[in-house]
């Protein structure tokens, strides 16, 4: 061991763990790759030892390989690009890690710089979580929608019904659509409308991005794991549509946010829905109190004709037991739970029931 401490090196044995499990096996390679030559003193180790906090709690791992993924999508490390299927590249187990090592020695200021930059992502796949539990939300009725984000981070999921949707046992959206989200899907379909008008779309992040910024979307893409090619490329055309029709993003905290946006009431035959997605868990306890202070009393004021929903897709182990994430949709008048079904992080399958709870 030299400068880094032995958090870091857990960090990256962690997080390399972690992509193995989560299907990025070119990742989970580097990251071994990369803790081994921190705990030799390489040059993994000089770039990363300036770090300042909690490696795992900061994503220290995510941060640094966002910064070598920056590279290769800057076309700045050719020997590595080789190797990204994200740019075109297919993994060489006999020569990676020395391309890999050999880019970081090439470009330590600049991975020293891109460690500030803190993992962001805005990840499409959950579409096939949100949309479908807005279609659930609705139930039937043909209304307008009010569509509102908190963590929305570059609102790419506020264009749920601009994506395609293709699984086996059904299917919606525009066959011409430049996101298609598919996946295994287990259970009945959702209820499918013959249209969905979303009025208005709105979102809130403590660090917005403007996906409008080139720069910013470089960072966007850079921190989806290259040897995830179809989440990359659902980013990026969730990226061009989103270039037809930027969505209003705040910089807020999401409690407040939302006391401001629902304060007034919505047009008639216009139903207010709130969306979030793997998001609360990072929500201090006041912004939590205040977002659901302002949810319960947007759903006192709801009418047959103005109402309100939420709809979530969040951790919830002891409903799960670990397997997956957990979809649930709230509608007011009426105030009740459906518990919809659970499912993968990036939508690789979903569980779909409708088990109501109070």
């Not at 962690?14 to 990369?34: E, I, K």
């Not at 796949?125 to 539990?133: D, E, I, T, V, Y």
């Not at 055309?237 to 629902?262: F, V």
């Not at 994430?325 to 518990?339: C, D, E, K, Q, Y």
Request: charged share 25%.
């Amino acid at each position: 061991m030299t400068s880094s401490s032995a958090a870091v090196v857990e960090g990256f044995t962690l997080q390399a763990d972690w992509c193995d499990r989560m299907n990025s096996p070119l990742y989970g390679t580097l990251l071994l790759a990369a803790r081994d030559d921190i705990a030799a003193g390489g040059p993994v180790d000089e770039v990363v030892s300036v770090f300042e906090g909690d490696p795992v709690a900061a994503a220290l791992a995510l941060r640094f390989m966002g910064g070598v993924h920056r590279l290769v999508l800057m076309g700045l490390a050719p020997d590595l690009a080789r190797h990204y299927p994200s740019v075109g590249g297919t993994p060489d187990d006999e020569t990676v890690v020395a391309d890999f090592l050999a880019t970081v020695a090439a470009h330590r200021g600049y991975l020293r710089e891109a460690l500030a930059i803190a993992p962001q992502t805005n990840e499409v796949g959950r579409s096939a979580m949100l949309f479908p539990g807005l279609l659930a939300a609705l139930d039937g009725d043909q209304l307008d929608v009010a569509l509102l984000e908190i963590g929305a981070s570059g609102g790419l999921n506020l264009f749920g019904d601009r994506f395609r949707y293709d699984f086996a046992s059904w299917s919606f959206g525009d066959t011409g659509s430049r996101v298609r989200i598919s996946g295994e899907w287990r259970g009945a379909a959702p209820p499918l409308p013959s249209d969905v008008r979303i009025a208005t779309r709105r979102g809130c992040d403590v660090m917005p991005l403007d996906v409008t910024d080139e720069e910013l979307q470089l960072r966007l893409l850079s921190f989806i794991w290259p040897d995830q090619p179809e989440r990359f490329d659902r980013v990026r055309g969730a990226i061009d549509i989103a270039l037809e029709d930027p969505p209003t993003l705040d910089e807020a905290d999401a409690g407040m946010w939302l006391e401001e946006q629902l304060a007034g009431a919505a047009p008639r035959g216009t139903m207010t829905v709130v969306q979030h997605s793997l998001m609360w868990q990072y929500l201090a306890d006041d912004t939590k109190r205040r977002a659901e202070e302002a949810s319960a009393d947007a759903g006192r004021r709801a009418t047959k004709r103005r109402p309100f929903a939420h709809v979530s897709f969040e951790a919830a182990p002891d409903w799960h037991g670990g397997g997956g994430f957990l979809i649930s949709a709230t509608r007011w008048p009426g105030g009740v739970t459906r518990t919809l079904g659970r499912a993968h992080a990036h939508g690789v399958w979903v569980e779909w029931g409708d088990a109501v709870s109070p």
